[in-house]
């Protein structure tokens, strides 16, 4: 399923910010309500200095799993190549190995939807 634009925007109250269809499909279909907690927690903090935040979740391969003891990681970017915060997992239940998002304007979306 492909997602451009939004007609219908989400709120998550505890971080007082927005997401959309594109997003709250993901999060239906994924079971990853945990990653949109995850993300507010983290773009609260950058989001006053930072008005484009790439969010990028990559699953790490076996060798970097054993040297880092995590599975996964999510970096929080500029857009520019420079990291603003990194947070890594020591597990997950996320089903792909890699997605990218962009958090703009107090709303999380798919990159097609921006």
């Known amino acids: ?3 451009y634009g939004s007609e219908v ?8 910010y927005k997401y959309t269809e594109g997003i709250h499909f993901l999060a239906e279909q994924a079971t990853c309500y945990w990653m949109l907690t995850d993300i507010g927690a983290v773009v609260r903090r950058l989001r006053a200095k930072h008005g484009f935040i790439v969010v990028l979740f ?5 060798a970097e799993q054993q040297r880092t003891h995590h599975e996964a990681v999510i970096n929080y970017g500029d857009g520019n190549g420079i990291t603003l ?4 997992y020591t597990i997950t239940d996320f089903p792909l190995d890699e997605l990218h998002l962009f958090f703009v304007d107090d709303t999380l979306m798919l ?3 921006y």
Do not use: A, D
């Open 1 to 3: 399923m492909q997602f």
């Open 85 to 88: 915060f990194e947070q890594q």
């Open 9 to 16: 925007v989400y709120t998550l109250p505890l971080f007082n």
């Open 58 to 62: 990559k699953r790490y391969n076996e």
């Open 111 to 113: 990159p097609n939807e």
